[in-house]
């Protein structure tokens, strides 16, 4: 695919700049599956990626069940500026009072920490998405939990430590009382980390998949171990070529 092919010149120029590169591709692996399969729920993207026992250990909420999984493009600040958006957080408030910005895979500002969100779904039933994307040679170290934090809404505009970023607290305070105005939204959110190859978490634990006791926010992630059931062959081959699966 092209994106795959712009991705292999990245890393041929600049091999740092691969976790970067990361980005757009896992914005079309996800868009080209839900192309093919445009009926998805959470729930069947969720049992795409991790068998039945471990979806069963999970304990999902009901909402995965009937929620549409349905990601379509990506989209960067020219775009978000090209909808009369002042900043991130107008654009996710737009998303909510209008379908056809949903479903879009924002890249917002760097201060706001994941790589990308989205209000997804349809209708009067919406949920949230936040998604970290890595790229190593190795496991990936975040036993300190920095990436973990970045896909945690209530943690956005933190520092990665999770404390108050004093240049951004009229943002933070702007978003916290956006989520407050929007509690079911994000009761039902869901929380991609694709960490290629692997992640080492806190206390060496080893799950993938699990629901967030504090919020119940799915969390998942997508590594050299079920990667394959989600990217297209094309794909993969350039991250073995490279030597990063």
């Not at 471990?54 to 549409?68: E, G, I, S, T, Y």
Request: charged share 25%; proline share 4%; with cysteine.
């Amino acid at each position: 695919c092209a994106v795959g092919d712009s991705f292999s010149r990245v890393l041929g120029l600049c091999q740092p700049a691969g976790g970067h590169a990361m980005e757009p591709l896992l914005v079309a692996e996800l868009a080209n599956w839900c192309k093919d399969n445009d009926q998805a729920t959470v729930k069947d993207f969720i049992s795409l990626l991790f068998d039945d026992a471990d979806v069963a250990l999970a304990k999902l909420p009901v909402w995965v069940n009937q929620a549409p999984f349905n990601v379509k493009k990506g989209c960067n600040k020219e775009n978000r500026n090209a909808s009369k958006c002042k900043n991130d957080i107008e654009f996710v408030s737009l998303a909510v009072k209008q379908d056809m910005y949903r479903n879009t895979l924002l890249s917002p500002t760097t201060v706001k920490r994941p790589d990308f969100e989205a209000v997804m779904g349809q209708g009067d039933s919406p949920w949230f998405l936040a998604a970290s994307s890595k790229l190593y040679g190795r496991t990936f170290d975040d036993t300190n939990g920095d990436d973990l934090r970045s896909t945690d809404p209530s943690l956005f505009y933190c520092k990665k430590d999770g404390t108050e970023n004093g240049n951004c607290c009229r943002l933070k305070q702007h978003w916290d009382n956006f989520r407050e105005e929007q509690t079911n939204l994000f009761t039902r959110c869901l929380r991609i980390h694709c960490c290629i190859p692997d992640v080492k978490r806190n206390n060496d634990k080893n799950a993938r998949l699990w629901v967030e006791k504090c919020d119940s926010s799915i969390v998942l992630y997508i590594t050299e171990n079920n990667i394959r059931r989600l990217f297209r062959p094309g794909s993969i081959e350039i991250l073995e070529q490279n030597g990063y699966l």
